[in-house]
């Protein structure tokens, strides 16, 4: 698509040629540039993306020549990958610079959907940290807990809230980030709908809305915890003047990054103690971005957690034994089951994520593992897909391309095997999800909610 100024909204080109000065041209033309197309690697995985070029503020980033149909390609679907604007990554930085990642931490991404940011911060943390990844929509919650799945990881919890309910956790959470719903001015280049929508009014709407949302959330983090805070727009509505708001409102303190001549021009804006950093397209191989790291200085109450005199429900000792033998490291887990549903999750975790189940709307937590039916244990999508998946537990039975495409369309498969009972479906030795193997046929288990729709 060709931009002009012209092309531009009358009052946005206005704010971004005052904003940019003689740099304005510039920004123009590389809104008519080929966005740069990016995914982030699993590091849990395997890929075949790692000779990529690399993006050079991200461990995890790469660069692809040309958009591929990532619908089409199995990876994508077993969590080898997630699709993310590079620009969006520099989270990374935030949280390698700013956040101690070897202690335990209690994290929350509180605008979480789809789940980009999530997957790339459970990547950071480590095994003893909890991620709860949240999303205020019903429907794209349920799309944040298939892409948390995907991902493979057990120490994430998936809630379905507005911000002000984390009001119910004072002082949990160690960092906080706040990838805050915004007018979208840094996605006109691939998203021309976002520009069609853009307005003065909705500027203003959304730097409201966003106010609101620190200020509901403002609680829940500690004394000296963190806040990062982003968007993917321009507009200092948006962005330093909701800082100086905050400044205002609380004692914070704003964190400088490091930044690397080699990563391009990242534009550090720096005005009466509030720092930001902006990425525009001209001057960066993304899009349009802003984040600011943030200090919270003062006193604050805190949630104590102890374990409940009545907790979660064990599986009886049949079943969880058998869905042990499933697992790597069965020992640092703890397993129980609601109704027909056996899932696991980190037994030092067990009281925090009973705390969340009280306070919170819980989509998820841990990783389901099986499901009890009819005296039958049933292995779980999510296990298939979990990092904590004993593949010496169940034969697996390798897909070519085509027969890959068609087992992630729900659809019948005809493939000999000597074999019956569960097995791990894979490609190029990478787990896509189950099959039931009877002596005349193969019972395609992949989700039909998660099925590709696109014809082949």
């Not at 789809?114 to 950071?124: A, E, Q, R």
């Not at 840094?186 to 709407?205: C, I, Q, T």
């Not at 000597?418 to 992949?446: A, Q």
Request: proline residues 6%; charged residues 20%; contains cysteine.
């Amino acid at each position: 698509m060709s931009f002009q100024a012209a092309d531009l909204p009358a009052s946005f080109a206005h704010k971004m040629q005052r904003q940019l000065g003689n740099a304005f041209p510039d920004f123009v033309n590389s809104l008519s540039q080929p966005a740069p197309v990016s995914i982030r690697l699993n590091p849990w995985k395997k890929n075949r993306y790692t000779q990529l070029a690399s993006i050079p503020w991200a461990s995890q980033g790469r660069y692809l020549a040309e958009r591929p149909v990532f619908t089409l390609d199995p990876f994508f679907h077993a969590g080898s990958y997630y699709v993310q604007e590079a620009s969006s990554m520099f989270l990374e930085q935030a949280l390698r610079q700013c956040v101690d990642l070897h202690k335990p931490l209690h994290v929350l991404d509180l605008c979480a959907a789809p789940g980009g940011k999530s997957t790339h911060m459970i990547s950071l943390l480590n095994n003893e940290s909890l991620l709860v990844t949240n999303e205020v929509i019903r429907s794209r919650a349920a799309i944040l807990a298939e892409n948390i799945q995907k991902w493979g990881c057990h120490n994430v919890a998936v809630t379905n809230n507005d911000p002000e309910d984390f009001q119910r956790l004072p002082g949990f959470f160690d960092v906080i980030v706040v990838d805050a719903p915004c007018s979208g001015e840094g996605l006109f280049r691939k998203d021309p709908e976002a520009m069609r929508e853009w307005s003065d009014d909705n500027v203003v709407l959304c730097s409201r809305r966003q106010r609101r949302i620190l200020s509901d959330i403002w609680p829940s983090l500690k004394e000296n915890g963190i806040l990062v805070y982003s968007t993917c727009t321009y507009n200092p509505e948006e962005n330093e003047e909701n800082l100086a708001w905050l400044k205002q409102e609380h004692d914070v303190e704003f964190l400088k990054l490091r930044l690397d001549p080699s990563w391009g021009n990242i534009v550090e804006a720096e005005q009466g103690g509030i720092v930001g950093y902006h990425f525009y397209p001209h001057l960066v191989q993304g899009e349009g971005f802003f984040i600011s790291v943030i200090r919270k200085n003062e006193s604050s109450d805190m949630m104590r957690i102890k374990n409940s005199k009545a907790g979660f429900q064990s599986p009886i000792k049949k079943i969880q034994e058998q869905v042990q033998s499933w697992i790597v490291d069965p020992d640092a887990l703890a397993f129980i089951q609601r109704d027909d549903l056996v899932q696991f999750l980190p037994a030092d975790k067990v009281a925090e994520v009973e705390l969340l189940s009280k306070n919170l709307r819980l989509i998820m937590a841990g990783t389901f593992a099986a499901t009890v039916k009819n005296n039958k244990i049933i292995p779980e999508h999510a296990l298939a897909l979990s990092t904590q998946l004993n593949r010496e537990a169940f034969p697996s039975l390798a897909l070519n391309p085509d027969d890959a495409l068609h087992y992630l369309r729900r659809e019948t498969l005809q493939i000999p095997t000597s074999h019956t009972g569960f097995t791990l479906m894979c490609h190029e030795d990478i787990p896509l999800g189950w099959g039931n193997v009877l002596p005349n046929r193969i019972n395609n288990l992949y989700p039909a909610e998660w099925r590709i729709r696109m014809s082949l």
